[in-house]
């Protein structure tokens, strides 16, 4: 998830920040942060709404209060601080939501503050997680593993100077720390790195002879870091790690990195081989390390079919018999995960949409009743109940469910457009056209090749004439 800024925002949610910024202003600290969190309900990577709500966070909370009323927060906290971090393996933007919601009562509650760190760096977006990890820092200053991540989010976010000075301030007082002198050398690299030439070259001021001064670091950073596999870079750093592996077996990211270079490779079985081992090492059980199985045995599937030969006699009947498979495991393997995550809300939500694909409507509408729990499949799961219950023959309850998700859709994207092109088809099945066609009027005013919007309004007008 890429953090956008706020001219990424559709008008109605660019509407909201306005009035959160405003109220903020006007130092009007509970509306604009209950604003603000409406916003990052929708859009949880615009880093600008999050920096400004953890302003108005912090300026309702003033001083803080005493020892005693921290006390107290950190007591009322607590339960949502495990819900929280029961959220981060299963949703990363449900966790960002629920620590959010500890910080509007308490903007320096540390649990919090790691939940958001975890949480933006499994959706990749390091400015978030600089927002925490200051005031992490701010909280605990002579922590140095909170230092180190800091400096290396900082890094990542493109401010290497200050990630160098963070650290060097710590060593003042940590003098000779393996781990910090380590970490430093790492930042000063990339910095070197980020000076070697890169900006000019994109400037048209800088030469290729300027890159190269420090060639080989530079360009493992790069590698390691931003992740640019070419075909040769993947095997080298396939050997490396082999090699690394030898004398740190239970090394979860190196386990972890393999299986994703080998699943780029194509090496499906190698990759599976390396989940299981990371599978064996997870005690309690990974969501996101099951669904990284099922999408590499997935890929595993499509390969075989692009590997038949399209001229053999029996080429369709192998591309059947593959996608057979494929789904047969698809749906075994979701249920299996269903069964042992039966909380997991983003499961039942794949499960509801394999049954829906496969005819099985009865079995679809009991997932997709269940993932609505979940904030960010609510609106999918709401579309998919109503066209369940459309080929159940159930039109009103249909139509009902339909346009409860087209009042609670925020914007006019794709997502909408269909949900009230489902609605009027309903509308036409129950006999009621002019209704029907009011619906696909309001597409027809905004996007007239949306589908077949347009022959429906030919129809409908043609018909009249």
């Known amino acids: 998830m890429a953090e956008k800024s706020v001219s990424d925002l559709p008008r109605d949610l660019r509407v909201l920040y306005t009035r959160g910024s405003d109220a903020l202003s006007r130092e009007n600290f509970d509306y604009a942060i209950d604003l603000f969190n409406q916003v990052l309900d929708k859009e949880p990577g615009l880093y600008e709404c999050r920096r400004a709500l953890r302003n108005a966070q912090l300026k309702k909370a003033g001083n803080g209060g005493g020892f005693f009323k921290k006390m107290l927060s950190n007591a009322s906290s607590s339960p949502n601080i495990a819900r929280g971090q029961l959220a981060l393996r299963k949703d990363p933007a449900e966790a960002l939501h629920i620590a959010e919601q500890i910080l509007n009562g308490d903007p320096n509650n540390s649990g919090a503050h790691r939940i958001i760190v975890e949480a933006a760096t499994t959706l990749e977006m390091p400015k978030t997680a600089v927002l925490s990890l200051e005031m992490l820092v701010r909280n605990s200053p002579k922590d140095k593993e909170v230092a180190i991540k800091f400096a290396n989010t900082l890094a990542e976010a493109g401010d290497v100077t200050r990630a160098e000075r963070i650290l060097t301030d710590i060593l003042q007082t940590l003098p000779g720390d393996n781990d910090l002198n380590h970490a430093l050398k790492d930042i000063s690299a990339r910095k070197t790195m980020d000076k070697g030439g890169y900006g000019a070259l994109a400037d048209g001021k800088g030469s290729y002879r300027d890159i190269l001064k420090d060639k080989e670091e530079s360009v493992k950073l790069e590698q390691e870091n931003r992740q640019v596999r070419t075909e040769d870079t993947a095997l080298r750093l396939i050997e490396e790690y082999e090699l690394r592996l030898k004398t740190d077996p239970k090394n979860v990211k190196l386990l972890r990195d393999l299986a994703e270079l080998y699943t780029q490779k194509s090496q499906f079985d190698r990759a599976l081989s390396y989940y299981e081992r990371l599978k064996a090492l997870e005690s309690g059980g990974d969501p996101a390390l099951d669904r990284g199985i099922a999408e590499t045995t997935l890929r595993k599937f499509d390969f075989q079919v692009t590997q038949l030969d399209p001229n053999a006699v029996d080429h369709a009947e192998q591309v059947a018999r593959i996608q057979a498979d494929k789904q047969a495991y698809q749906l075994a393997e979701v249920q299996r995960r269903a069964e042992r995550f039966p909380t997991d809300l983003q ?27 979940n904030p960010h499949r609510r609106i999918q ?85």
Request: charged content about 30%.
């Open 381 to 465: 799961s709401m579309g998919y109940l109503g066209q369940c219950f459309a080929r159940r023959g159930i039109f009103d309850l249909a139509a009902s469910q339909l346009a409860d998700a087209i009042k609670e859709k925020v914007g006019f994207d794709d997502e909408k457009k269909e949900l009230i092109y489902q609605l009027a088809g309903v509308l036409e099945k129950m006999g009621k056209r002019e209704d029907a066609f009011a619906q696909y009027k309001i597409i027809y005013a905004v996007d007239a090749g949306f589908k077949d919007v347009t022959e429906k309004m030919d129809a409908f007008y043609g018909g009249q004439g």
């Open 347 to 373: 499961i039942r939500f794949e499960l509801g949409q394999l049954y829906f694909q496969l005819g099985k409507i009865s079995e679809a509408i009991k997932e997709f009743q269940k993932a609505q729990n």
